[in-house]
């Protein structure tokens, strides 16, 4: 039975861990992130791989730093034939990725060499692609620059976010890993040089991306509000307060009023961007309160608005 230490942290993974199961790899360890303080009660949560594993019976190590921690020592001294990673988030030491008797895989969530890095499913909708994708590929040393086995594309429909990409790309990713690893195995799989003139990097999401500027257009506000759904939203700032927004849409009307001026508030609530664009919001949170339809905040905030103000700050 081929034997896999298995690295992997949000709900992405868990179809790929349970996937591997299924198919009768031997999972000899999980590897994921510490359990964290979530939400505004601060509740101690288990991240998803954990829970997975755990209902499936299998060990896990929560080292908070991997490569200077006990547990390294430990999985080094596993020998596994493969090391498999789905989105983990933390960089794995050289001689652990070369502890294992086959090979080190990673399931990255774009068409490599686009988007190395820690967000590349919120870059592809940043960025307005039309569509991303799957890489089954061999780690090095380097952020996601080893040789790639296989690709996938998906289509990137309007309606989606980080969080449906996530799931779809999830099984994507379960699927071609699956039908990809036997060959991995046997030393029969294609192996692609990733082409250097091409890599585009894709840093983790900055505090500073959150927030919704007014410099940008309806279109670009649009991408990032999708981008950033379901983690961390991205906000505009109304009256110094943070007004969360969770669903938008791009308005076809032009408007000759400056950016951040209120162009509706009705039956809708629309904001002038750059370029005379104009943005509906759909689905908002105001500080301190749960995610509502904009007509519950239209009923509620929404109407102390007038028509032209200004409403958004710099």
Do not use: C
């Not at 359990?35 to 997975?52: E, H, M, Y």
């Not at 755990?54 to 200077?68: A, D, I, M, N, T």
């Not at 498999?84 to 060499?113: C, D, M, W």
């Amino acid at each position: 039975m081929t034997s896999v230490i298995f690295m992997g942290t949000p709900d992405f993974s868990v179809p790929i861990l349970e996937g591997l199961v299924e198919k009768g790899y031997e999972v000899k360890a999980v590897v994921t992130q510490p359990d964290k303080k979530v939400g505004r009660k601060q509740l101690v949560t288990k991240t998803p791989a954990k829970i997975a594993a755990e209902k499936l019976g299998l060990r896990v190590f929560q080292p908070v730093k991997l490569r200077k921690s006990p547990e390294i020592e430990e999985l080094i001294a596993m020998h596994a034939d493969l090391i498999i990673t789905a989105a983990y988030g933390q960089f794995l030491p050289s001689r652990f990725l070369e502890s294992v008797k086959i090979a080190a895989v990673n399931v990255h969530g774009s068409l490599l060499p686009k988007y190395r890095g820690g967000a590349p499913i919120q870059y592809a909708l940043l960025n307005g692609d039309a569509e991303t994708g799957i890489t089954i590929m061999k780690m090095v040393k380097k952020m996601d620059a080893g040789v790639m086995y296989a690709q996938q594309a998906l289509k990137i429909e309007p309606s989606d976010t980080a969080g449906s990409l996530f799931s779809k790309l999830a099984l994507i990713g379960r699927d071609l890993l699956l039908e990809t690893l036997p060959r991995i195995i046997a030393g029969t799989a294609k192996q692609v040089t990733q082409d250097e003139s091409k890599v585009i990097f894709s840093p983790n999401i900055s505090k500073a991306q959150e927030q919704i500027k007014l410099e940008i257009t309806a279109t670009q506000a649009n991408n990032l509000v999708r981008a950033l759904n379901p983690d961390p939203g991205a906000y505009l700032l109304v009256g110094g307060q943070r007004l969360k927004i969770w669903q938008a849409e791009v308005s076809p009307e032009k408007t000759s009023l400056e950016a951040g001026k209120l162009i509706a508030n009705d039956t809708r609530f629309a904001i002038s961007f750059a370029d005379g664009t104009v943005l509906n919001l759909l689905e908002v949170q105001p500080a301190g309160k749960k995610r509502m339809k904009i007509k519950n905040f239209l009923n509620g905030q929404g109407s102390k608005y007038r028509l032209g103000e200004k409403i958004v700050d710099e």
